[in-house]
């Protein structure tokens, strides 16, 4: 669409691998603790609670794609807070300091997760947030304070409800949610570019087995799922559970 430049927090990590070679054509700027290898961007490096990395990192910038943080299903609460809550919550504070335009972040199918280790499924994203561990609590929050700054500010919000997000599905566990690296680089580019101020949306591939109601996502993002967790489903290992949140 335009040429903007894109800072991708938590590039380095598994998720900003898969992703960036779907946002190849944008001028990047890559932030992480430790520098990602990437021949075309620019890299800064520092903790997201740091202001004066942040500042650094989001000049000129004017759109962010917010992978940063603790990943962890099952990291206490202590592990949580500072990434997921007060790292995402000051990153937000500077982009809007800094007059970013919008903000796309991982959410995670964790903040629904107690739908569908419950059963009910599919889950539909309108739904109230109904996590399934202090991980999945800690992106409701970053969903409500995204909702926040964007209903205050101009700075424009759009939450992704990831689910497993690897290239192939190897567990019968990931099935049901799995994201896979062409639909993630869809969802992404078109949460940057999509006419939408503020909304949190589901984020798995399509498939026979999904559990997540993507209407939100085809409505909001424009989005068509190309990948289908079915092709690998008679290959997966059999880790004895159809859901990948968390059991209660
Ligand atoms: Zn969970």
Redesign the pocket.
Same mark, same amino acid.
């Given at each position: 669409m335009s040429a903007e430049r894109v800072l991708v927090t938590g590039a380095a990590g598994s998720v900003g691998g898969q992703l960036l070679p779907g946002l190849a054509g944008r001028p990047l700027r890559l932030f992480d603790r430790e520098a990602a290898d990437h021949p075309d961007a620019e890299v800064v490096t520092g903790e997201l609670t740091d202001p004066a990395a942040l500042e650094r990192a989001l000049d000129g910038v004017g759109a962010v794609v917010h992978l940063a943080g603790n990943p962890d299903?099952s990291a206490p609460w202590e592990e949580l807070r500072g990434p997921n809550v007060e790292g995402f919550a000051a990153l937000l504070a500077a982009a809007e300091r800094a007059g970013v335009r919008r903000v796309v972040f991982a959410s995670s199918v964790?903040a629904m %997760?107690a739908y569908e280790a419950d059963g009910r499924v599919p889950v539909d994203a309108a739904w109230a947030p109904r996590? &399934? &561990?202090p991980? %999945?609590a800690t992106k409701v929050f970053d969903e409500a304070v995204a909702q926040v700054a964007s209903r205050r500010g101009p700075v424009s919000t759009v939450g992704l409800r990831l689910g497993a997000t690897v290239p192939e599905p190897t567990k019968r566990s990931q099935l049901a949610s799995w994201l896979g690296p062409a639909d993630l680089r869809q969802l992404v580019v078109r949460a940057l570019d999509a006419d939408v101020h503020h909304g949190v949306f589901p984020a798995v591939s399509g498939g026979t087995r999904r559990h997540w109601d993507l209407t939100a996502a085809r409505t909001g993002l424009g989005y068509e799922p190309a990948l289908d967790s079915e092709e690998f489903a008679s290959g997966v290992q059999d880790d004895g559970t159809d859901t990948g949140? &968390?059991p209660r």
């Open positions: 299903p964790h %997760g996590a &399934c &561990c991980y %999945g949140v &968390c």
